[in-house]
């Protein structure tokens, strides 16, 4: 079994940042791929970024060259720097373990459903 648990969002403005924490815990091992979701009120899930156990990552491109997903293999703790932030980027975010593919796809998520509880982030203009 695999608890992940979320930290670090919060209100900020446009243009500010924010970066979230998810603590891992459990069986997790190295080989996982890990990612990050969003839901904003009365949208379908989305996913923001995913990154692989050699490094590789994917985004999708609404975030490109804004976020960064990485990850502390020692601590188990994946990490989603956001910069630039705008008011669309308001959403619950969720980190997930394990996905079926390792890159932002649509209807991609965790095999074994291994989401957080997420950590909402909001963004005023």
């Known amino acids: 079994q695999v608890q992940l648990v979320e930290s670090g969002g919060g209100s900020v403005q446009a243009g500010g940042s924010l970066r979230l924490s998810c603590a891992a815990s459990?069986?997790?091992?190295?080989?996982?791929?890990m990612g990050w979701f969003r839901q904003a009120p009365g949208k379908e899930r989305e996913g923001v970024a995913a990154i692989d156990s050699d490094g590789s990552t994917s985004y999708a491109d609404s975030v490109k060259g804004r976020f960064t997903i990485s990850q502390d293999n020692a601590n188990d703790i994946l990490y989603l720097q956001m910069n630039s932030l705008k008011p669309e980027d308001t959403a619950m975010y969720y980190c997930?373990?394990?996905?079926?593919?390792?890159?932002?796809?649509?209807?991609?998520?965790?095999?074994?459903?291994?989401w957080g509880q997420g950590t909402q982030v909001t963004v005023s203009s």
């Open positions: 997930a373990a394990d996905l079926w593919e390792c890159t932002v796809v649509a209807g991609n998520g965790p095999r074994d459903n291994w």
């Open positions: 459990g069986y997790i091992y190295s080989s996982y791929c």
